[in-house]
């Protein structure tokens, strides 16, 4: 019997073809409709490179491992219903591999998504740094960025309340260059041997492992609590920088204080920024919490139809630049990554553009498998004696070892250079290099004396600097801080927290104390002052492009005006803006039903005149959660998003006529002005005078 059932098993696979590593499919490509990518050398070295190592399954036939044709959907049984015999090797390889699909998740930004792109200098920056990507105007360097958030698990939601990862890699003519910062310009400690109890506090409880990805617990806080120097972070990512819009409309900072070296080894200080090209704005924390469970991929989702639509998103990459000497002259150590230098200050230099254009086609090998380090730097950029740089050097290398099971991560296809390597490193689990070297040390005679020490002089060596030693919004803020406080259950934690904000505002302090029912701590003024800034707020802006955003047309499935809707679609195209018709049940235009509707996915809401019959009172239906399109319009005005109205119905007029103010049109007939007003609304996005706010 298990003879017969052998023959059977691979009678069906004598004829099979067998389907090598080639290139990408292009019968997948157009099935799913993919775009082409943009015509840029940058974007072919890429496809070029990585294509290598693409494995193309269009018109094939399933093989085994080692290139087998094989048929996987049935165990071999000793019988028909018999016990299954493990020496079917067919079994043995799918169940184990897929046992040993998973490797450990990154300890901190787990929860990621990135994309490829490239970067083109404004200019030949020789006088600032050697590195060649910034050596010439107009150059081009393959990248690939990585956006994330901190606590949570890869299973988190994208809207949780966190400071956001801001990963790039440079694959430079002279090798990788990551920087690997934050949206947020300081750090929560000073020394990195802290690193651990930070990430320890803010994870989960350990003995319920709640609440994921989410500070409003008893042991961040009694964390932040006995660290002042937490407290500018948490201010950051408290007024808005920590609930984004999107990974399209946040800024990147390189945190710390590094260097950039010339040719002839002189040196300046600098703090590395990604200044955003489209805007800078955030959620509001209710509409954050409703995201979270109805669109829990919210930003992973709009990086990649952004992308896909051809609507590239952009940053600047800036510097602020300071002499050597100035390491103390702003009254604070510029080494202290707890610290930021206004702009007011040091105004920031761009120098040059980074452009997200190509979706990864693989998350799992290249998103999930890029592995920065803040060691990866090139020629013409150097560290400094900041202390947190020097314990990441060490923890991210340590990181991959453990996420990969060995030291040769780097030759996996996203995270190798795109110029030769010589090292004389060897062996290793899943080695994928054949050195034909056979003298695997330095200095040597056998090779002749090659891999040879590289020095500045003879061959654009990696050089330090001669002489080196070794050595928002306030309401937001105060509504955070209340949130975030009131979960704990320890009085002395609470204390603790208003002992800490008493020292940055007694005013913030009182706010809080308020809501945690305790007593207002009395004013300290030797810890005030007035220093301010214009560049922290994540609302004093608006956004320098719209495209992208989304706009919800509210309309019943019973009739509406497909005409107009048809214009005002046309009419936000022109700005790149989506517009998503919504309705009872789907088709006449309608592409989304009101079961399926919130809020929290559109920028703004256009009731259009057909809906008034589903906004009055007594209004109900079996097709979507009682209410629904009154709650779309009430909870878009109280977010503070542009609210517009086509048609003048009654029934229509009078349930939207409550909403009045800024960002608020009634544009009876007029589908033009409505664009308009539409547009103008979008580049504001929030109208913050609709918040309530304290009174001081």
Not at 221 to 241: I, V
Not at 369 to 389: K, N, S, Y
Request: charged share 20%; proline share 5%.
């Amino acid at each position: 019997m298990i003879a017969l059932e052998l023959v059977l098993a691979f009678a069906s696979l004598t004829v099979a073809g067998c389907t090598y590593a080639g290139g990408t499919s292009k019968a997948w490509d157009s099935r799913h409709g993919r775009r082409d990518l943009p015509p840029n050398s940058s974007n072919a070295a890429t496809e070029d490179f990585l294509s290598k190592f693409s494995l193309d399954d269009s018109n094939s036939y399933l093989t085994s491992d080692v290139g087998g044709p094989i048929e996987d959907q049935r165990s071999l049984s000793a019988g028909e219903r018999g016990r299954l015999c493990l020496r079917i090797f067919i079994f043995r390889q799918k169940i184990q591999h897929s046992d040993h699909e998973r490797v450990p998740e990154r300890a901190v930004h787990a929860r990621g998504a990135g994309a490829h792109g490239t970067f083109t200098s404004y200019g030949d920056w020789s006088n600032l740094t050697a590195a060649s990507f910034l050596a010439e105007k107009g150059k081009q360097t393959p990248m690939f960025t990585r956006f994330s958030t901190v606590a949570g698990s890869r299973g988190s939601a994208d809207t949780a309340r966190d400071v956001h990862g801001f990963a790039t890699r440079f694959y430079t003519d002279e090798g990788n260059l990551d920087t690997v910062g934050n949206n947020i310009p300081v750090f929560f400690i000073q020394d990195a041997i802290r690193f651990p109890d930070l990430i320890h506090s803010i994870k989960p409880e350990p003995a319920s492992e709640i609440p994921q990805a989410a500070t409003a617990h008893d042991t961040a806080w009694d964390f932040f609590s006995s660290q002042p120097s937490a407290l500018r972070t948490l201010f950051w990512a408290m007024a808005g920088n920590g609930i984004v819009r999107s990974f399209r409309h946040m800024d990147g900072f390189g945190v710390h204080t590094f260097r950039l070296v010339t040719d002839d080894g002189s040196s300046k200080l600098i703090k590395w920024h990604w200044k955003w090209m489209q805007g800078r704005t955030s959620l509001v924390w209710e509409e954050a919490q409703i995201a979270a469970g109805k669109i829990a991929d919210m930003h992973r989702q709009d990086l990649l139809e952004a992308i896909e639509a051809g609507r590239y998103p952009e940053w600047e990459l800036a510097v602020q630049i300071m002499d050597e000497e100035d390491q103390l002259k702003f009254g604070f150590d510029l080494l202290d990554p707890t610290k930021f230098v206004p702009q007011e200050l040091v105004p920031v230099t761009p120098l040059g553009k980074m452009q997200l254009n190509q979706n990864p086609r693989k998350y799992y090998a290249k998103t999930e498998q890029i592995m920065f380090q803040p060691a990866h730097i090139v020629r013409g950029v150097d560290f400094t004696d900041d202390p947190i740089p020097q314990g990441r050097i060490y923890s991210y290398l340590d990181t991959q070892l453990n996420r990969h099971g060995g030291p040769d991560f780097e030759q996996l296809p996203i995270n190798r250079p795109r110029v030769p390597i010589h090292d004389n490193n060897r062996d290793g689990a899943g080695q994928m290099y054949i050195p034909l070297n056979p003298a695997a040390y330095s200095p040597n005679t056998l090779n002749p004396g090659a891999n040879k020490p590289a020095n500045q002089t003879t061959s654009k060596d990696f050089f330090t600097t001669p002489g080196r030693k070794a050595t928002g919004n306030l309401q937001f803020l105060i509504n955070a801080m209340r949130f975030e406080t009131s979960h704990s259950k320890s009085d002395v934690v609470k204390q603790d927290v208003l002992v800490q904000l008493n020292r940055v505002s007694n005013d913030l302090a009182k706010h809080v104390a308020e809501a945690i029912g305790l007593a207002a701590p009395p004013p300290d003024p030797t810890s005030y002052n007035d220093n301010s800034t214009t560049f922290v707020s994540i609302f004093n802006n608006t956004l320098n492009r719209i495209g992208g955003l989304k706009v919800g047309v509210l309309t019943s499935s019973r009739g509406n005006d497909t005409v107009r809707i048809a214009a005002l679609r046309s009419g936000l195209a022109k700005s790149g803006v989506d517009v998503i018709t919504v309705g009872e049940t789907l088709g006449l235009g309608i592409n989304m039903t009101y079961s399926a509707a919130d809020a929290s996915g559109f920028d703004a809401i256009i009731a259009e005149a057909s809906v008034g019959s589903l906004l009055e009172p007594n209004a109900s239906s079996t097709l979507h959660p009682a209410s629904r399109p009154a709650q779309i319009i009430e909870s878009a005005y109280r977010w503070g998003k542009p609210i517009g109205v086509l048609g003048d119905t009654g029934a229509t007029k009078k349930a939207t006529g409550l909403y009045t103010g800024a960002g608020v049109c009634f544009a009876g007939d007029d589908v033009d002005g409505l664009v308009q007003n539409m547009e103008k609304g979008l580049t504001t996005f929030k109208f913050t005078d609709r918040f309530e706010v304290d009174k001081t």
